[in-house]
């Protein structure tokens, strides 16, 4: 019963994205950016002018140019190259780290839902105790226990960030099983394999998309930190949050070196919550909500 | 206070508890077992058997994990925290000069925060579809996805470089007039504010619109009551719970936004005493660290889980 009055962080964390009425044309530009920012991580590499790791120019953090549009490094490398190649590795990881994580976390779900009693409360319990200890916590003492790499932070990022999944994709997955047709396909005597995947599957699909790409936002934002903090992917490969913390020593003349690739991840990171609100509320509309 | 809620509050001190216990099994599993021998680490690959033996004895490795982790146990519950290997000086005399200054930053953010968070909320539930509305459930939404470390960038450029108002770095120990206070800690708390007041924010107007379109508010309405009466007088004492929940589960927020901003202010506070040893692979100091954030967390999560159970009228009075 309990469960019921005792509201998670994380149910809470994802209903914020459906608490609100933006106009469309802001659900748009969020959609653009995000486009816009998969196709970098997808072309960036091959588009981009110099070599990501050529020293280009005498001047460090130098201002935007026509030569240089978005200025140079701390080494006087240039920086349109360097965000183009880092974007791929900030999406790139993160998408592929959400996707596991929902991929993960629906499918536990699943499998708890239709299995015993027993196996769905030792599931539970287990995701439970994952989501007490905070993301960037997690994050740091596997980064202190195995070292950092490519692996490990998509490990991480699925470690923590699966068991929300799990959370909300059971909350719904529960409710669909109590639904006539399933008790119907169950007297029918349907395998519970055909009746995750078939009767419950395509009918939490939607949301359960919905939520991978908040997940997604949450997973570049933890990536990134780490790599602000040096932890995260390392030198010489840089993803947007190494670029902000190799450039750091900019920040005093106000270098764009430094600002470009925070504000790259902002407006990846709005785009993507831009979009994933404009969509939910757009569900919840539709289903008879406000 | 009947017997329903005290059970429940029991129940949910007894899950906090249980919880607590299996993340520092977690912890432990991750730091201490997984990751192989830490004596053939320390001695590196050249070690002879003999001396990685005569190690693995002396740090008690010999024993089976379960054992390790039960005397860890107990020495973390009575205050013995081992010692920092790169500072060579136990953890808890590191931490106990840490804690204050994060403690600060802490209490610091949520007296600026909580007050602001409440207006911004409550003000757009009460004009809830209109411009000011729309404008703040933008501005909210984009400020939750925005990392800690572009706003102190902007932060530090605008008012430490161009304004030249604050300094970019802060030192917590030179302290001796309000003045300077502010000056240190304006520009880590404008920070650490910005992410959860817009969390907090949109919590808390998701709580008083609930309430607003409860049958009692139109019924106040019907009866010619003034908005700002009713938004007053009627839905917020019955949101007070909620909104209490929204406070205590947005703090919980501080915990990992504090990480980022103690690094780039360069704040001698606990969690960038964490970073330093995460970098160093100071096992001890990492492990303490990481169940006193662990712990703080719980504690939030459990005061806003309590809040949401003692303010639910159908169990008060039952």
Redesign the interface.
Known sequence: M?NI???S?TT?KS??GK?????SW?GLVGAAMCVMWLLVAIFGPWLAPHPVGEVVSDNIFDSLSAAYPLGTDYLGRDMLSRIMVGARFTVGLALVAAVLASTLGTSCALLSVVSPKWLDELIS?LM???I??????LA???????GSSVTLLICTAVLSYAPGAFRIARSMAVNIEALEYVQVARTRGERRLYIACVEILPNILNPVLTDLGLRF?FIV?LL??MS????GVQPPDADL?SL?REN?GG????APA??IP??A??TL??G???FI?RLSSRRSRRSGGH | MNSTTLWLICRRLGAAVLTLFIVSMVVFAITAVLPGDAAQQSLGQFATPEQVAALRLKMGLDQPGVLRYLHWLMNLLSGDMGQSVSNAMPVIDLMAGRVPNTLMLAAATALVSVPVALMLGIGSAMGRGGRIDGFLSFFTLTMVAVPEFLVATLAVLIFAVNLGWLSALSYASDITSPWQFIRTYALPVMTLCCVIVAQMSRMTRAAVIDQLDSPYVEMARLKGVSKTRIVLRHALPNAIGPIANAIALSLSYLLGGVVIVETIFNYPGIASLMVDAVTNRDMALVQACTMLFCTAYLTLVLIADLCAILSNPRLRNQ
């Open positions: 309990s009055i005792v509201k962080p809470s209903a914020l608490i609100s009425h933006g106009s802001l319990r439970d105790a994952f007490s200890i905070p993301s960037k916590m740091l003492i596997m980064v202190s226990a195995f936002g934002l990134s930190g602000f903090l040096g932890l949050g902000v750091i920040l005093n003349q106000g430094i600002v925070a504000l991840i902002g990171t709005i993507v919550n831009l609100d």
